[in-house]
């Protein structure tokens, strides 16, 4: 099938949510993509930082090909080895008590805020069940995750909304002890705001932060959906603040691939679901966890999370070298960057996928790049002389 009928059939079969490119991909390699007219395409996306490894993992490919070849699902009746497997490395390398995996970010943080509202009932009666994010935060699409973004253009249309939820500016601890009052029960934080520019919060801020929550029993939330699983050069963004969190979600990287959610909760949390309280079918399926089990020895490698960091330096130095008028500045940590831009970064988005360089936006002038961890120094080189190029031509 050419490209023109896969995309007509396309058109013909699905909701319209997504405006893609006039492209068709079918297979990938490295850190790249290549469609079905045999074009390349240097992935600077990862589809969202989800595919940590690239497409060449052969650990990845060989161990799912295993878990096929054995068994794809018993649900959570049961008790299984990947699962455990995953969890205690999970457990192991992140300091947490407890995990509760699931099937994507959005659910991972609609548990989160279950377990708070809960452990806050339980401990403190009703009335104590307010949230509060950032303002330009991102956790997700369903309705309690939407209410929790604090972005206004993603709650049109979806009335009524779910109550409960405030927002407060990033790195003003004021609008935050202004809007602390005795019906909050947690606060949900991003450690590197992704899809609200990629801007980074201040060290001395999350410290305030959590000191203030752990004097009124505030429950801390870090979502790592997209900053986390050595996105950052560490395992989770969070590190960098030197805090320990209440709960801690992830998703997209930690399966490669693979749909994959999970709840990371302290001590003081572990007990606050029982039996009922919460499930989900799907959840901690076997391909996910097998998955997972990959991406985690994968990097807690010798090395793994310095060449991350080297990485994402190396990128963001030498656009700074460019000297493009184009550019205001460079930001992010590790493989998690942000570049900001005098222009509408959409223009250089479209340039970049003319020429065979997928990035993201984030916003009306931030380029988003998320490259796979794995992306060698080679194809880093040929994504960075692309993006010059179109700098020189729109100079």
């Known amino acids: 099938m050419n490209n ?9 079969y699905f909701i319209d949510t997504y405006n893609q490119p006039n492209f068709v991909i079918d297979y990938g390699e490295g ?4 469609d079905t007219n045999g074009n390349k395409y240097i992935d600077f996306t990862s589809g969202y930082g989800v595919s940590s490894l690239g497409y060449s993992n052969s650990n990845l490919k060989n161990a799912l090909k295993e878990q096929v070849d054995k068994l794809l699902h018993t649900s959570n009746l049961y008790f299984n080895e990947p699962v455990l497997c995953s969890g205690e490395k999970i457990i192991n390398s992140s300091g947490m008590a407890k995990v509760y995996f699931c099937n994507s970010g959005t659910e991972a943080n609609e548990t989160a805020f279950k377990i708070a509202r809960k ?4 401990k403190y009666g009703n009335g104590r069940g307010t949230i509060i994010s ?3 935060s991102f956790h997700g699409r369903t309705m309690m995750s939407l209410m929790a973004t604090g972005m206004d253009k993603y709650h049109k249309y979806f009335y009524p909304l779910p109550e409960g939820f405030k927002y407060v500016e990033r790195n003003n601890i004021e609008d935050l002890k202004n809007n602390l009052d005795s019906t909050v029960c947690a606060i949900i934080l991003e450690a590197i705001q992704g899809e609200g520019g990629v801007n980074v919060l201040e060290k001395d801020y999350v410290l305030e932060i959590v000191k203030i929550c752990q004097e009124k029993d505030i429950v801390v939330i870090f979502d790592e959906v997209q900053c986390g699983i050595g996105r950052t050069g560490k395992l989770f963004g969070y590190e960098y603040f030197d805090v320990k969190p209440d709960i801690v979600t992830v998703a997209k990287g930690l399966g490669a691939g693979i749909p994959v959610g999970g709840v990371l909760v302290n001590k003081k949390l572990s007990k606050v679901l029982g039996k009922g ?8 399926n076997l391909l996910a966890m097998v998955a997972a089990s990959v991406v985690l020895d994968e990097i ?16 963001r130095k030498s656009i700074e070298s460019f000297n493009n008028k184009v550019v205001l500045k460079t930001k992010g940590i590790g493989l998690m960057i942000g570049i900001e831009t005098n222009i509408e970064s959409s223009i ?13 936006t984030a916003g009306k002038n931030v380029l988003r790049f998320l490259p796979p961890l794995t992306i060698s120094y080679k194809e880093i080189d040929e994504a960075l002389e692309i993006l010059k190029d179109i700098l020189l031509e729109i100079n």
Do not use: H, M, P
């Open 119 to 122: 452990y806050s009932s339980d």
């Open 300 to 315: 807690s490698k010798d090395g793994f999370y310095n060449e991350v960091l080297e990485k994402g330096n190396y990128i």
């Open 277 to 284: 309280d919460q499930g989900t079918t799907f959840g901690g």
């Open 348 to 360: 250089i988005e479209e340039k970049a996928r003319k020429k065979g360089l997928l990035i993201l």
């Open 134 to 136: 950032l303002k330009d």
């Open 4 to 12: 023109d009928n896969t995309i007509s059939k396309w058109n013909e």
């Open 31 to 34: 850190s790249c993509f290549f």
